[in-house]
């Protein structure tokens, strides 16, 4: 599945999950996508269709937004 990961008010990345490895060859995760993009579960905030999803919930929407929680400065 190909997916789209918004991080709003920065970048938007393109994935293909079956390039992805989740943890022990499990399905990738929504933190999975998070690390491959260098952002920590504890920063932001993964929503799909507008509502939030766990992190460890395997990744299941082609079209994901991303909010961070804190920037710096």
Known sequence: MHVTVDVKGEDT????????????????TYADLLRE???S???VSVLVDGRPV???QPVESDD???L???KGG
Do not use: K, M, S
């Open 13 to 28: 990345y393109e994935f293909d999950l079956a390039e992805l490895d989740g943890e022990a060859g499990a399905d990738p």
């Open 37 to 39: 993009i260098d952002l």
């Open 41 to 43: 579960p504890h920063e």
């Open 54 to 56: 766990p992190e460890d």
């Open 64 to 66: 994901i937004t991303v």
């Open 68 to 70: 961070r929680l804190i």
